[in-house]
């Protein structure tokens, strides 16, 4: 994994996945280049890689494609698939499905995101749209990065705090 994606502590880059891929800061406080962006973010690069992400519904996987620019899976796709899949929306049926605890912690999850939001449209249309995949994270939204499962070489496991 690149050294940008990979597992350590402290991540390499600071990013709350509950915000877009746009505000991901790296350690001297500066965004990522679009040079970086375009890395390949495997080496050897693959043009397929899947993530995995514990307590999400269904499995919890993303899987990663090489975008229209490269043949590889480079940065930007990983983080872009990774962003778009965890600001989905969940079904009525993945929610209920929790124990009640975790429904309890997954409410509180979406609860304080939507309280972040100082806009008052903005703060009720995302109250209106509901929990999203996100929310299963049950507020541990910090990137710590991604580490190989010991099941197969193109399959990552997404570190959170």
């Known amino acids: 994994m690149h050294s940008l994606l990979g597992l350590s502590d402290p991540p390499p880059i600071y990013y709350d996945l509950t915000l877009p891929p746009a505000t991901i800061l790296t350690r001297q406080c500066h965004s990522l280049s679009e040079r970086s962006l375009s890395e390949p973010a495997t080496n050897p690069p693959l043009s397929c890689i899947t993530v995995v992400v514990p307590g999400l519904p ?3 996987t993303i899987v990663v ?9 480079a940065i930007s796709d990983v983080l872009n698939e990774i962003h778009h899949v965890l600001r989905g ?6 929610f209920h499905a929790l124990p009640l605890e975790n ?7 979406y609860d304080a995101r939507c309280n972040r939001i100082r806009d008052t449209r903005a703060y009720q249309e995302e109250k209106r749209q509901g929990v999203e995949t996100v929310d299963f ?5 910090k990137f710590m990065g991604l580490s190989r499962t010991r099941s197969e070489v193109d399959v990552w496991l997404l570190n959170v705090s």
């Open 58 to 60: 269904r499995g919890g």
């Open 65 to 73: 494609t090489a975008s229209r620019q490269h043949s590889f899976a």
């Open 89 to 94: 929306y969940i079904s009525s049926a993945d």
């Open 103 to 109: 429904r309890r912690r997954v409410k509180s999850a």
């Open 137 to 141: 994270l049950m507020g541990l939204t």
